[in-house]
């Protein structure tokens, strides 16, 4: 038969006082390696036992830390530098739309490896064996009463000197806690096939489940009734209408509310002749000219109209807004290629409102009067 090796004393106290007693003569005779066991959290025991902060908490701050930078650096180099992504006036390196997936990316990576950390270093996971486990001592502590550990592999630790200090702190039970033999000989094995082979089937039984939920259950009433609505789903045939058809042309001739149709369609000329500009070059207008040109317009002309494209090469470079040709152009045909597009430059009429294109007019001739300055304009 093998010897036992001793791991701890350990004594019995019947109230939170005499634990609290015995914690703090424990710190005075200069025991390092104890611990305190209680059914329930003791207010003050942590200041009592001269606890130091928990290490986990820097593993916490450091990988937190390294995703929350991960983050931030994945997102500059695929929308700055790999696949720089030119939408209005939004900079390349947009640092305020990076927070929130940096927050999303920091908790979730600090929580991830705080779990991790605590359960297969602190732990050492998948070792649960410990020789208080099942001892009377837990069973004790674990119901109505207080205990306090001293482990023998403490400096100062001499049985009888360990023995006369419980009785001194008036410990009840004083009892010699050993390693049993499985927790002599364990070795701390992350890939232990026992524990991978449980990690597998839990892996399994995980997927399996949820497979059968989101592709199963819930195609099983009464689950389904938020998809079997009496509706017409997009592209879906009608046997309603005679055609077949579930999706509806507008009536012909209506027209939306509060959307008049635009009357020079497909009528450039005419449109700069007969549309007058009726908003002044005020301050206010020309700051909203120039907010709506740098998100809608910069893209493709550049902030100064020169035609000098920010989509590096993604679509052809329109002419400048600086040619004669342009220059010349009265206010309504600049509205009518807002408005109606030319070329490959689609309609912008659903992204700015009336008022914002005829603004962004008079924010082009801002800039058309600046390239193209008198020398009266410099006195």
Request: glycine letters at 6%.
């Amino acid at each position: 038969m093998s010897e036992k090796i001793l791991y701890s004393y350990t004594g019995i106290f019947n109230s939170p006082d005499e634990i609290i007693h015995a914690a703090e003569k424990a710190v005075e005779k200069g025991y390092k390696k104890y611990d305190v066991h209680t059914p329930y959290p003791l207010h003050g025991m942590n200041s009592v036992m001269n606890l130091p902060p928990s290490k986990l908490g820097y593993i916490a701050l450091i990988v937190g830390l390294s995703g929350a930078l991960a983050a931030l650096l994945t997102m500059f180099w695929i929308s700055a530098i790999d696949y720089p992504i030119v939408i209005g006036g939004k900079p390349l390196f947009s640092f305020p739309a990076y927070v929130p997936i940096m927050f999303e990316v920091t908790v979730l990576s600090a929580s991830i490896a705080t779990v991790l950390a605590m359960l297969f270093f602190f732990f050492k996971l998948p070792n649960n064996a410990h020789p208080l486990n099942g001892t009377e001592y837990m069973q004790k502590v674990a119901s109505d009463k207080y205990g306090i550990s001293i482990q023998c592999d403490e400096k100062l630790f001499e049985e009888k000197s360990v023995i006369e200090f419980l009785k001194s702190v008036h410990a009840k039970d004083i009892t010699p806690i050993y390693y049993d033999n499985e927790e002599i000989n364990y070795k701390h094995k992350i890939f232990e096939p026992k524990f991978i082979l449980f990690l597998v089937i839990a892996g399994l039984i995980t997927s399996s489940v949820t497979y059968f939920t989101l592709n199963k259950l819930m195609f099983i009433p009464p689950f389904t009734w938020m998809m079997d609505q009496s509706r017409l789903d997009v592209q879906s045939s009608s046997v309603i209408f005679s055609d077949g058809y579930g999706m509806r042309n507008p009536v012909e001739g209506s027209i939306a509310r509060g959307s008049l149709p635009y009357q020079f369609q497909g009528q450039p000329e005419l449109a700069g002749e007969k549309l007058i500009n009726p908003l002044p070059s005020t301050k206010n207008v020309l700051e909203l000219g120039l907010k709506k040109f740098d998100i809608y317009c910069s893209p493709c002309h550049g902030f100064y109209g020169e035609g000098n494209s920010r989509l590096q090469g993604h679509f052809p470079n329109p002419p400048s807004l600086h040619s004669d040709k342009v220059r010349n152009w009265p206010d309504g045909r600049i509205f009518h290629v807002i408005t109606d597009g030319q070329n490959i430059m689609s309609s912008h009429a659903s992204q700015l409102n009336v008022d914002e294109r005829w603004a962004v007019v008079n924010y082009v001739r801002v800039l058309q009067r600046a390239f193209n300055a008198k020398e009266s304009d410099l006195q």
